[in-house]
């Protein structure tokens, strides 16, 4: 009788173990065929662990164990490969995707294991909202009345949505509720700006009434906002509105502008957020970089964030008009051999760094055809540089020649990790730079094609 007792317990412990140890990680594995790099990472949202990152085997298959919990995931791939996953503690899931693209990977991403449901929300909530939209311009265009008419009966619909999954945990669903609502909010404060770029009316304003809705909204609620999701879209918006506000007035330059409205929001955390946002990104086009960094600082009160932008405007203070380029040296020539930069001496460079997965670069491509066709036979050479990955080359070659891209088609050697991107603090495509005969900047952040401000300078420059 004793023994069986001792075996009882030990059978007992040893399932105790078990499910303890099961609650203790996450089983993720799946196969992502036709990616354009082998290496992926997902990282826990909503909380302040980082990236982990994820190998795939040489035919897309990968295998690995998450210890962060139950929680959001974002699975990241390189040039804004993005799904959204929900996985639990002691659960085991697997994702298939193809990653030949942003679309398709978001297209065909399906997770399945432990209660999938909410990741299945995750996965088709945004082609869900598209699918019940509609065009987005043409719901934009819409005249105001039959635009809150339209958003208030797609709300419910989105809500609908979420309710048809019947599985989903608790806390999760709250959140999406409220996330749906957030989304809400932000879609009516957003209409201004969208009705006049695609009603093509540049004076439109909204009647006092319309954004009644956002009465009583608090914006500066930190816990919320660190979340990163639909409320920190709307903050944004709101105050981003206020710059513009003050922009209109012909109060300030529209840099500072929004150094001064961020500047004065109070909670610590969201100002320095927008500060920080604004910055990394205006400090690259404004005209007097030593007075804007200056006013930033006096904004500022995160160390780490002034240490990001300290060392930016140490960086683009090497890029100011005048000073010698970065060079890039023995870039793969799609018409055959190699190219460096050197090899255009006594000739202003126009310099497109794009990718084939970057739809905003596609989207310049007949402005740039239409200049180079322009400017042929002039003192200046059109070159494009890809930042594709190297397992994309092929992608790149078909994309120059099927869609007929002009100028000199280059590839860069390390894509996003190329000196030559790295120099010129390059974290968004596309970039255009235009260099002088000598090589010196011209301007490290040149107008695009489709700026007419472009041929503007080169009057200017007399090409």
Same mark, same amino acid.
Not at 49 to 52: D, E
Not at 181 to 187: D, Q
Not at 339 to 344: I, P, R
């Given at each position: ?23 203790d990680?996450i089983?993720?594995?799946g196969?992502? !065929?036709?990616a354009?790099?082998n290496?992926?990472t ?6 302040n662990?980082?990236?982990?990152v994820i190998?795939?085997? =040489?035919?897309g298959?990968?295998?690995? %164990?998450?210890? %962060?919990?139950?929680g959001?995931?974002s699975?990241r791939? *390189? ?6 996953l929900y ?8 994702l ?6 942003? %679309?398709k990977?978001?297209?065909t991403?399906?997770? !399945? ?7 299945t929300? @995750? ?11 509609g065009d ?15 958003q208030?009966? @797609? ?7 979420l309710e048809?999954?019947q ?5 999760f ?7 749906l ?5 932000? !879609?009516l404060l957003? $209409?201004?700006?969208s ?13 006092k009434?319309f ?7 608090d914006? @500066?609620?930190?816990?919320?906002y660190?979340?990163?999701?639909s409320y920190t879209?709307? +903050?944004d ?10 922009i209109?007035?012909g ?8 150094l001064? +409205?961020?500047?004065? /929001?109070?909670?610590d955390?969201?100002k ?16 007097h970089?030593?007075?804007?960094y ?5 904004f500022?009160t995160s !160390?780490?964030n002034? =240490?990001r932008?300290t060392?930016?405007y ?6 100011s008009k ?10 793969v ?13 006594g000739k ?5 760094v794009?990718?084939? &997965? ?5 989207a310049?491509v ?13 003192n ?6 890809? /930042?594709?990955?190297?397992?994309a080359?092929?992608? &790149?070659?078909?994309? +120059?020649?099927e869609?007929?891209?002009s ?16 120099? $010129?603090?390059?974290?968004?495509i596309?970039?255009?730079i235009? /260099? ?14 489709s ?6 300078? *080169?009057d200017?420059?007399k @090409?």
């Open positions: 009788m004793k023994k069986i007792s001792i075996v009882l317990l030990f059978i007992l412990y040893i399932g105790t173990c078990k499910a303890n140890t099961n609650n990680y089983l993720f594995s196969t992502i !065929t036709e354009r790099s290496e992926f997902i990282t826990k949202k909503y909380s662990t980082g990236p982990q190998k795939l085997a =040489e035919d298959s990968f295998k690995d %164990t998450l210890t %962060t919990g139950t959001y995931y699975f791939g *390189f040039g804004g490969m993005n799904v959204y996985l639990t503690n002691g659960g085991t899931y697997n298939t995707a193809n990653g030949s693209n942003v %679309t990977l978001r297209g991403a399906k997770l !399945t294991g432990t209660n999938p449901e909410p990741s929300y @995750l996965l088709t909530k945004i082609s869900n909202i598209i699918k019940e939209r987005y311009a043409a719901f934009n265009s819409l005249n105001e009345a039959d635009f809150l008419a339209k208030k009966s @797609l709300n419910e619909r989105y809500v609908s949505y048809s999954f599985n989903l945990p608790k806390e669903e709250e959140f999406e509720r409220e996330e609502h957030y989304y809400h909010l932000f !879609t957003n $209409y201004e700006s009705h006049r770029r695609y009603a093509k009316k540049p004076d439109f304003k909204v009647s009434e954004l009644k809705e956002l009465d009583g909204v914006y @500066l609620n930190e816990e919320r660190k979340q990163r999701g879209k709307l +903050v918006l709101h105050f981003k509105r206020k710059a513009n506000e003050y209109e007035n109060d300030e330059d529209k840099y500072f502008a929004k001064k +409205v961020f500047g004065a /929001i109070q909670n955390f969201i320095n957020s927008l500060l920080m946002s604004a910055a990394n990104s205006d400090i690259s086009h404004v005209d970089i030593d007075a804007y200056k006013a930033y600082l006096s500022s !160390t780490r002034n =240490e932008i060392q930016k140490k960086a683009l203070n090497k890029l005048g000073q010698p380029s970065p060079e890039f040296n023995n870039y020539n799609h018409a055959g051999g190699t190219t460096s930069l050197s090899d255009f001496k202003y460079v126009y310099i497109d794009w990718a084939t &997965w970057c739809a905003p670069c596609l310049e007949p402005s740039l055809k239409k200049i180079e066709k322009q400017y042929h036979g002039k200046i050479a059109f070159v494009s540089i890809s /930042i594709d990955t190297e397992n080359r092929d992608s &790149w070659r078909k994309m +120059v020649t869609k007929e891209l100028g000199i088609q280059l590839i860069a050697d390390k894509d996003w990790k190329s000196d030559f991107i790295n120099a $010129y603090e390059i974290s968004g596309p970039r255009f235009l /260099i002088d005969p000598q090589g010196n900047i011209v301007s490290a952040n040149a107008p695009r094609p700026n007419s401000e472009l041929i503007k300078l *080169f200017k420059l @090409l």
